[in-house]
Structures are given as structure tokens and as C-alpha cells.
């Protein structure tokens, strides 16, 4: 039938959330590499017997053959091409992972191209998976996201000036996405100090590739400075909460503490917990 | 709901404000509420009061269970406060219908504990919008011989995450944890399995 559009689409895509529909129906949300984000219906897959559930689970690469419908398409067949074992057994990089996936969730747009988007959040998975750092992993991802957005962050030239900031000396703000001199900072009442190494570092993740970025060596202590810096930046840029932050955090202080207990010293008893108790 | 607005223009009629009513229910679309509605107005009365007085009753009555947090009309629930249960092992569960499907298995003898929710950044939901904070308390301050919890939230991603927080929340206070088999359910089709769930089955393979 010349003229017609066609009524099934098979597409690549990688699975980032999911919400009921009805008693055992669900509606899946895909980022696709031509279509951008795309909600589809997932019919049974609440039904211990569904093929296509175990398929359809959130951070699986999959392909998936789309029929189209009157208000949302349906999934008709879906085969998982990556399911990213190694990332969901350990907390750490399943958390991280599920922040990368919050972020693309934010960034991209419903039914525009998105190759580049999707490439982004793919090679991220797949380095979290087979065990690369979870900080140069993450860092990275969230850089290359806002470059590919237009919310590239300015870590060298100050923002007012345009005059090439020294480390040590930069101001910098999470709203305005960048760093300022000390001549300007009166003209951004909102600007925070930056730490000098963490701004050393975040200017060789922007300009590195990513083989040579993940060979810089931090501490625990610059890991958490990073952290607080991009996720602030983040929150920003989306103008919103990012739930998925807090919980890599959470993961972060349960891990440590458990570290802590194994080690002898019991904290977990005193610790944030204890004002709950009825 | 326009076909219903009262032709006075004294705001909603009765109907509406009923259809209205039927129709935030889940899973109700307009047609099922306009059918309810006009399924109770034809009713007798007394069906009709008796759904209002159910109604009400359930919002009046049932409360969270100090202990377990699962739905109950008394606290201690009925099952923690049975002396015939097991006291040192606890299952914890996502939602209160968790427990019933559980319970109807007829093979778990101990204790519950319902976080009403699971880890899910993605839906808003951390683990501080969880029971995890009562779990914790209850373990150290009430139920102090636990010796084992099984985490029986659902085997996705989000039930995933919620275990192996739980799991690292909870070992350094010298508790084993466990979490339910995964694997083919009965009456599946290998063909059709995904690489995890197959994966796992052929893990945690059992004797013949």
C-alpha cells in the first residue's frame, strides 16, 4: 500500500522507567535513538507469564518491534541485547546508573532525534558495567550531556569577562554554569567558592577523551567535592530535584558504614536512624 | 463530567459530583464511573448506605501496625502479636498485599514487615520515603532476637536497589540476609525467558 505509513517500527532502545497501567499493563518509557523519548504500552507484563516483562526492565538495551496505536504505541515484541548483569548486582554502580538514566529521562525531548543522547547514556552503561570508576564515568557522562544540550558549563573563562581564571582564585555558580573572576564576583551575588583541584579536574574531563580522563587517580574526599559540584550544576540546569542524586549519596554512607562496622566500630546503632525509633 | 452539570448552574449535581467521585478510583475510566453512579442511584438504599458506611469505616478504623506497618484495625497486628510465630525471622515486603500473597503460600511461620513502597529515584521515592527507618528501630529496640530477614521485594530493578540497601543497612547489626529465588515461574516457556531470569535459574539449579 503505497503512501501509507508503516503500522510496526523496530527500533533500538534503552528501557529507563516504567509505570502501571491498569491491573497488569504497563507503560514503558524508551529513549530511541530517532525518536527520542517515547512512552509505549507493554500489555501483561504485570502476568507471571509474560514474555516480554523480564525484557522491558529498566537500564536493558533492547530491541523492540512497536505497533503503532491510537494515542501511545504497544510493544509487540521486545529481545534484550544488553541487560547489564555486573551493574545491577553492586548498589554503587546500580545507583549511578539510575542517576545517568534520571538525567537522560530530563534531557531528552519526546519523539526528536536523539542518536547522540542515546549513544551518551549507552557508552555510559556499558563502562559501568564492566567495571570502569564510577566517579570518571558519571562525571563525563554529565559534561558530555550538557555540551550536547547547550548547557555547556564554562570552567575556564570567567563569565563576566571572559578573562582566563586561575584555579585557585575562581568563584564559580551552579546557576549560571560557570566560573568568575575575582574582578566580577560582586555582579553574581550567587557565586560559591570551587575547590582549586576539583576545578583542575573538571577542566580535564571537558577536554580529555575519556580513555586519558579516566586515568586521573582521586581521593575519596575529591570523589565527594566532584559529586557536590556537578550535581548542584545538574539540579540547575533541570531546575529540579534529582532523587536518584540523594540516593547515590545514601548508597554512598550506607556502604561506608557497613565498611565501618566490619571494621569494629559500630555506628550504624547512633546513627541518622536512631531519632526515628518509636 | 459536563453531561451531568446541574441546568440551575448551582455548581455540580449529585450525579456528577458522584461520577467524579468513581472516577479518581484506579483503573476506572469515565464510562465505568457514569455506570457505577447510575448503578447506586438505582440501587436500594441500604446498598447504597451500606458502601457509604464501609467507606468510612475503613478510613476510620484501619491504622498502620506500630510494629510491622502493615494495615491493620488493631496495633500490635494480629500476626505480630501471635505467640505461635516465629520471632526471629522477619520477610519484608513492598506492600501490605505482599503479606496475603505470602501468607496464603502457607510456608512462612514468621514475621513481617511492610516499607510500603520500594526504592525508586526515578518515580521520586528514596529510601527516607520508606519504613526502613522503623524496620531498623524495631530490630534494635522490640524485636532484638532477629536473627535472619528476608527481603521479598518484587525482582526488578527497583526491588533489586531496595535490597541490597537493606542488605548493607542491616548486616553490620549481625543479621543474615537473605532474598527470594529468582528463576522460571511455573508454566513458562525457555524460549521466551529473558538472559537474567535464565541466567539465575541455571545459578540456583536444585536437585532433581
Given at each position: 500500500m503505497p503512501g501509507r505509513a508503516p503500522r510496526v517500527t523496530k527500533t533500538e532502545a534503552i528501557v529507563i522507567r516504567q509505570r502501571r497501567l491498569g491491573d497488569a499493563d504497563r507503560i514503558v518509557t524508551l529513549i530511541t535513538p530517532l525518536r527520542g523519548k517515547v512512552d509505549v504500552v507493554a500489555k501483561g507484563v504485570?502476568?507471571?507469564?509474560?514474555?516480554?516483562?523480564?525484557?522491558?526492565?529498566?537500564?536493558?538495551?533492547?530491541?523492540?518491534?512497536?505497533?503503532?496505536?491510537?494515542?501511545?504505541?504497544?510493544?509487540?515484541?521486545?529481545?534484550?541485547?544488553?541487560?547489564?548483569?555486573?551493574?545491577?548486582?553492586?548498589?554503587?554502580?546500580?545507583?549511578?546508573?539510575?542517576?545517568?538514566?534520571?538525567?537522560?529521562?530530563?534531557?531528552?525531548?519526546?519523539?526528536?532525534?536523539?542518536?547522540g543522547l542515546f549513544t551518551l547514556l549507552h557508552a555510559a552503561l556499558v563502562r559501568l558495567d564492566r567495571g570502569d570508576g564510577q566517579q570518571v564515568v558519571t562525571r563525563t557522562y554529565e559534561l558530555a550531556l550538557l555540551d550536547a544540550t547547550g548547557f555547556r558549563p564554562e570552567w575556564t573563562r570567567c563569565l563576566g569577562c571572559g578573562v582566563e581564571v586561575p584555579a585557585g582564585e575562581a568563584r564559580w555558580s551552579p546557576l549560571e554554569g560557570g566560573v568568575i573572576c575575582v574582578e566580577c564576583v560582586a555582579r553574581y551575588p550567587g557565586a560559591l567558592p570551587i575547590d582549586a583541584t576539583a576545578l583542575r579536574v573538571l577542566r580535564a574531563y571537558q577536554s580529555l577523551p575519556y580513555e586519558e580522563a579516566g586515568r586521573i587517580r582521586l581521593t575519596d574526599d575529591l570523589a565527594a567535592r566532584l559529586e557536590q559540584i556537578m550535581h548542584s550544576l545538574m539540579r540547575a540546569v533541570a531546575e529540579r530535584e534529582l532523587k536518584s542524586a540523594a540516593f547515590?549519596?545514601?548508597?554512598?554512607?550506607?556502604?561506608?558504614?557497613?565498611?565501618?562496622?566490619?571494621?569494629?566500630?559500630?555506628?550504624?546503632?547512633?546513627?541518622?536512624?536512631?531519632?526515628?525509633?518509636? | 463530567m459536563n453531561d451531568f452539570r446541574d441546568p440551575s448552574g448551582s455548581g455540580a449535581s449529585p450525579i456528577a459530583r458522584l461520577v467524579d467521585a468513581f472516577h479518581r478510583l484506579?483503573?476506572?475510566?469515565?464510562?465505568?464511573?457514569?455506570?457505577?453512579?447510575?448503578?447506586?442511584?438505582?440501587?436500594?438504599?441500604?446498598?447504597?448506605?451500606?458502601?457509604?458506611?464501609?467507606?468510612?469505616?475503613?478510613?476510620?478504623?484501619?491504622?498502620?501496625?506500630?510494629?510491622?506497618?502493615?494495615?491493620?484495625?488493631?496495633?500490635?497486628?494480629?500476626?505480630?502479636?501471635?505467640?505461635?510465630?516465629?520471632?526471629?525471622?522477619?520477610?519484608?515486603?513492598?506492600?501490605?498485599?505482599?503479606?496475603?500473597?505470602?501468607?496464603?503460600?502457607?510456608?512462612?511461620?514468621?514475621?513481617?514487615?511492610?516499607?510500603?513502597?520500594?526504592?525508586?529515584?526515578?518515580?521520586?521515592?528514596?529510601?527516607?520515603?520508606?519504613?526502613?527507618?522503623?524496620?531498623?528501630?524495631?530490630?534494635?529496640?522490640?524485636?532484638?532476637?532477629?536473627?535472619?530477614?528476608?527481603?521479598?521485594?518484587?525482582?526488578?530493578?527497583?526491588?533489586?536497589?531496595?535490597?541490597?540497601?537493606?542488605?548493607?543497612?542491616?548486616?553490620?547489626?549481625?543479621?543474615?540476609?537473605?532474598?527470594?529465588?529468582?528463576?522460571?515461574?511455573?508454566?513458562?516457556?525457555?524460549?521466551?525467558?529473558?538472559?537474567?531470569?535464565?541466567?539465575?535459574?541455571?545459578?540456583?539449579?536444585?536437585?532433581?
Open positions: 504485570l502476568r507471571s507469564k509474560s514474555r516480554l516483562a523480564g525484557h522491558l526492565e529498566p537500564l536493558t538495551h533492547v530491541e523492540v518491534v512497536l505497533a503503532h496505536g491510537r494515542s501511545l504505541d504497544v510493544v509487540t515484541q521486545a529481545q534484550a541485547v544488553e541487560s547489564f548483569p555486573a551493574l545491577r548486582g553492586d548498589l554503587d554502580r546500580l545507583s549511578a546508573a539510575l542517576y545517568l538514566t534520571e538525567l537522560a529521562d530530563r534531557f531528552t525531548v519526546e519523539h526528536a532525534d536523539a542518536t547515590v549519596s545514601a548508597a554512598r554512607h550506607a556502604r561506608v558504614a557497613e565498611e565501618t562496622a566490619t571494621a569494629g566500630l559500630d555506628e550504624i546503632g547512633n546513627g541518622a536512624y536512631a531519632e526515628d525509633a518509636d | 484506579p483503573g476506572i475510566g469515565p464510562k465505568s464511573a457514569q455506570r457505577l453512579a447510575y448503578h447506586v442511584l438505582r440501587a436500594p438504599e441500604e446498598e447504597a448506605r451500606d458502601l457509604a458506611d464501609a467507606l468510612m469505616e475503613v478510613k476510620r478504623s484501619v491504622v498502620l501496625c506500630a510494629r510491622c506497618q502493615n494495615v491493620t484495625a488493631e496495633t500490635p497486628c494480629r500476626i505480630c502479636s501471635d505467640t505461635g510465630r516465629e520471632r526471629t525471622i522477619i520477610c519484608v515486603v513492598e506492600e501490605p498485599l505482599d503479606v496475603v500473597a505470602i501468607e496464603r503460600t502457607g510456608g512462612f511461620h514468621g514475621l513481617y514487615h511492610v516499607l510500603h513502597g520500594v526504592i525508586s529515584p526515578a518515580d521520586g521515592v528514596g529510601p527516607e520515603d520508606l519504613k526502613i527507618a522503623e524496620l531498623l528501630a524495631r530490630i534494635r529496640d522490640v524485636d532484638r532476637d532477629i536473627a535472619e530477614v528476608i527481603v521479598a521485594t518484587n525482582p526488578n530493578l527497583e526491588g533489586e536497589a531496595t535490597s541490597m540497601y537493606l542488605g548493607r543497612l542491616l548486616r553490620p547489626l549481625g543479621i543474615r540476609v537473605t532474598r527470594l529465588a529468582r528463576g522460571l515461574p511455573a508454566g513458562a516457556d525457555l524460549e521466551y525467558a529473558d538472559d537474567v531470569t535464565l541466567g539465575r535459574a541455571l545459578e540456583f539449579r536444585q536437585e532433581v
